[in-house]
């Protein structure tokens, strides 16, 4: 892990709300230099505390409107199994995050598709691809928060 100062902490903070900022505005709002702060955000990117710079697109805008938790679980653990699972959830595109977890299940996907049918679809070409124990979907009726923020420099009690 990087060690952050008090100038990394709010580079990081802005650029999260807005990784277009200019490199003088952003040195304006941290209080560097122009050439100090594009320093920082270099050594950010080549620590990995920065991964990339991306624009977020609405999902409605592309018609993949329909959010999904899909909870999986098996009764395979052996390594063929495991690299079958991961090759097929990394060439899966409607896969926007895969999670492997403690307790009573095993994985948890988060997938965008268009509408119930692409859902249909993409099970059923996950199904086909690994096999599954036990498979559910919860399909999202409304976000209440879905953010790319981190809670950076944040403290709790």
């Known amino acids: ?9 709010a580079i990081l903070k802005i650029l ?10 952003l040195s304006e709002r941290v209080n560097l230099s122009r050439n100090a702060c594009w320093r920082r955000v270099r050594q950010l990117e080549e620590s990995g505390a920065i991964r990339g710079r991306v624009a977020l697109v609405n999902p409605d805008s592309v018609g993949l409107g329909l959010s999904v938790f899909v909870m999986i679980r098996t009764n395979q653990h052996g390594p063929e199994w495991l690299n079958d699972f991961e090759q097929a959830v990394k060439a899966t595109p409607e896969i926007i995050g895969a999670h492997r977890m403690t307790g009573d299940l095993d ?8 509408d119930v049918k692409s859902y249909d679809r993409f099970y059923q ?4 691809q690994v096999a ?7 399909f999202v009726m409304e976000d209440i928060v879905d953010t790319t923020l981190l809670p ?3 403290s709790f009690p």
């Open 1 to 9: 892990m990087t060690k952050l100062d008090n100038f990394d902490t």
């Open 16 to 25: 999260q709300k807005d990784a277009s900022i200019s490199m003088d505005t």
């Open 107 to 114: 994985y948890v996907l988060r997938v965008r598709v268009a």
């Open 125 to 128: 070409k996950l199904i086909s």
């Open 132 to 138: 599954i124990a036990d498979i559910s979907a919860s």
């Open 152 to 154: 950076i420099g944040e």
